[in-house]
């Protein structure tokens, strides 16, 4: 994984801001949510260069449209479109981990209102086999995380 990559594509966003002081709050709190990310990963033995990753990514969307409403849910699918174009080539041609991760399938939080807050990642760190549902039911895939993969 190239981090750089990564760094290269929010800066270039958050560079865009006329606004000197949105710029300076978007690198002091992205790049410290990415530095938590990652001492996080390490003390529960997971991959810190994909949690930092995660966490310059988490809030792109904000910084990039300045629409804060559904940020999670528009800064998903910013992300994924970047990752066929901007950041292609950041990670294997194997499925990405965080799409097998759910032991149970695919798993949204939601507010009250049923609104999307977040995906659910908790089933990363444990791999194996899943089923799960993609145009017919009883599809299995084998989730492995990065560190395994790249390890192997």
Request: proline share 3%; charged share 20%.
């Amino acid at each position: 994984m190239n981090i750089s990559k990564v760094q290269d594509y929010i800066n270039a966003i958050f560079d865009q801001s006329p606004d000197a002081l949105e710029r300076h709050n978007a690198y002091t709190h992205t790049y410290g949510v990415a530095q938590l990310c990652a001492l996080l990963a390490v003390k529960r033995g997971l991959d810190p260069v994909l949690a930092s990753i995660i966490g310059l990514l988490h809030d792109v969307n904000i910084y990039k449209t300045g629409v804060r409403s559904l940020h999670s849910h528009n800064g998903a699918e910013m992300v994924r479109v970047a990752f066929k174009h901007e950041l292609s080539g950041l990670f294997t041609d194997e499925e990405h981990p965080l799409t097998t991760a759910p032991v149970v399938g695919a798993s949204w939080s939601r507010d009250e209102n049923n609104n999307i807050l977040h995906y659910n990642l908790t089933d990363y760190g444990i791999n194996g086999k899943r089923s799960t549902t993609w145009i017919v039911d009883g599809v299995i895939k084998y989730h492995r995380t990065f560190s395994d993969i790249v390890n192997a």
